[in-house]
Nanobody
Framework: QVQLVESGGGFVQPGGSLRLSCTASGFTGSGYGMSWYRQAPGKERELVASISSTGTGARIYYADSVKGRFAISRDNAKNTMYLQMNSLKPEDTAVYYC??????WGQGTQVTVSS
């Protein structure tokens, strides 16, 4: 049974940093893409960043709104994906969700950026 568990959310002031983690279980191997999505109150869920399955080189995508501030990575030995979030802004406030292999979702972790 596939399971994704996120952690690392919290409350931070503007300009601060947080690192989210998503640990996967139930997969065989690491040949699947992983992504971070977020959903703010009253808004649709949006793709924040994604990283392909590693092999000759992982392909990475960032939404324009987070380019230069967020960094996605994965450690296949630990079955874990990360999202390093720097220079956080109030508009980054949302529930952040981990996605793997398109069809699997974590439960979400709240990120609140406020002074």
């Amino acid at each position: 049974q596939v399971q994704l568990v996120e952690s690392g959310g919290g409350f931070v002031q503007p300009g601060g940093s947080l690192r989210l983690s998503c640990t996967a279980s139930g997969f065989t191997g690491s040949g699947y893409g992983m992504s971070w999505y977020r959903q703010a109150p009253g808004k649709e869920r949006e793709l924040v960043a994604s990283i392909s399955s590693t092999g000759t080189g992982a392909r990475i995508y960032y939404a324009d709104s987070v380019k230069g501030r967020f960094a996605i990575s994965r450690d296949n030995a630990k079955n874990t994906m990360y999202l390093q979030m720097n220079s956080l802004k109030p508009e980054d406030t949302a529930v952040y969700y981990c996605n793997a292999a398109v069809r699997y979702w974590g439960q979400g972790t709240q990120v609140t950026v406020s002074s």
